[in-house]
């Protein structure tokens, strides 16, 4: 199998001025016959699956996708000035024993250049550092991607705040929102706040700390008013439950939804036992496919606990290792209002068109 839109064996701006690899020959989309539509949020979605942020890096990926009948998708997150990506190479393969957790994400993997026919159940890492051309380049193309919605359809921005010399962690918070006010100006409907950033107030990355997560959904509702607010989170284990309650429970004034999960960081090397992605603080990188499937779902079940403990309405959108339509249904059963795959999509053109049958098939 062919990547559909990133090709990891060039680099980010090539991948940027091409667009998407499946762009350069006849796209083929099988016709969708829609008998039923889904329920998220204000909108009512042909289906409920698309791609989260990451893989569509602008709106001539942003199109492909919408084509190939990715119902709901992300644009790759976005900040608030231009900020370069991160050295090449920064995809790779990596092979992981099993399922991913927290502890075994501790040694190190082994990253591999991904082949042109990756394994079924393929695991990567990525590594991009959340480059951004900056909000001249990306608010107009922005308004080009929400243009490519067809009916059923629906685009999402992401944004993340960006540390600047001499910011206070209350600076680098009021980024988030600033940026997400530039979002809504292009015109999104629903953004999302990637809270899995380094914590400047402290060790760690954000999403882990109740403050600042309070703080950064406060001050971007301030913002955006009533558009649409979710946010991004990182894998809580069964021990950070209660952690991940209060999270919840402080920010549910604000958001709309929560979305689960982003990657989960490792060490990964070359076969020589060296650092496999050049460049200082590159050691640990996100992973990602097959191999967090397990902790997805498992996050998906949590949140649901914590939704239902709360009696609290908010959507869920699972992400994590979904390459099948099975997949997409454990997460469905575990109670994910819409799911999204990175990885899986990014080789498999008929994903989207996989889980729209299999839906069919349940209505039958
Ligand atoms: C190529 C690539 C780029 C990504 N970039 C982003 C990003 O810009 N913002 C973000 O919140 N997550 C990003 N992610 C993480 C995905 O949104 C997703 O949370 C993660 O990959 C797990 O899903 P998967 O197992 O289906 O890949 C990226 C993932 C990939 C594969």
């Known amino acids: 199998m062919q990547p559909v839109f990133y090709d990891p064996s060039l680099p980010y701006d090539k991948n940027f001025e091409n667009g998407p690899v499946i762009s350069h020959r006849p796209i083929s989309v099988p016709r969708r016959r829609l008998t039923h539509t889904y329920p998220f949020l204000d909108f009512q979605l042909n289906t409920p699956f698309g791609i989260p942020a990451g893989p569509l890096l602008n709106s001539s990926f942003v199109e492909a996708a919408f084509l190939l009948g990715f119902d709901v998708v992300h644009y790759k997150t976005q900040r608030s000035d231009p900020f370069p990506v991160n050295e090449f190479p920064n995809v790779l393969s990596v092979e992981i ?13 082994i990253g591999r250049p991904v082949t042109d026919s990756p394994a079924r159940e393929l695991s990567i890492t990525n590594s991009f550092g959340n ?3 900056g909000p001249d380049f990306w608010q107009a193309d922005m308004k ?24 206070t ?26 809270l899995s950033c380094p914590n400047v107030a402290s ?25 649409h607010l ?13 952690l991940l309650t209060d999270i919840v429970k402080r920010s549910l004034p604000f958001i709309s939804g929560i979305a689960a999960i982003n990657t989960i960081a490792a060490p990964v090397i070359d076969e020589k036992g060296k650092q496999a992605l050049p460049g200082k ?26 939704r239902e ?48 049958k299999e839906l069919e098939e349940q209505h039958a």
């Open 169 to 194: 962690p209350d600076d680098y918070y009021k980024d988030f929102a600033l940026t997400a006010l530039l979002a809504r100006q292009a015109g999104a409907k629903v953004i999302e706040v990637n």
């Open 281 to 306: 603080g590159r050691l640990k990188s996100g992973i990602c496919g097959a191999g967090i499937r397990e902790a997805g779902l498992d996050m998906i079940a949590r949140l649901t606990r914590v």
């Open 144 to 167: 080009k991607a929400l243009s490519y919605q067809g009916e059923g359809q629906l685009l999402i921005a992401s944004v993340v705040g960006t540390i600047k010399k001499h910011f």
């Open 131 to 133: 480059p951004s051309k």
């Open 97 to 109: 024993p099993g399922q991913l957790t927290p502890k075994l994400a501790e040694k190190p993997l």
């Open 230 to 242: 979710l946010m991004k989170l990182g894998y809580f284990t069964a021990d950070q439950e209660d």
């Open 203 to 227: 060790e760690g990355v954000l999403c882990y700390s109740p403050e600042a997560v309070e703080r950064i959904v406060r001050l971007t509702k301030e913002k955006i008013g009533d558009t």
């Open 309 to 356: 403990r709360l009696k609290a309405g908010f959507a869920i959108i699972g992400v994590g290792g979904v390459m099948s339509a099975r997949d997409f249904l454990a997460y469905r059963a575990r109670g994910a209002d819409v799911v999204q795959s990175a990885t899986g999509a990014m080789w498999n053109p008929d994903l989207g068109h996989e889980i729209w």
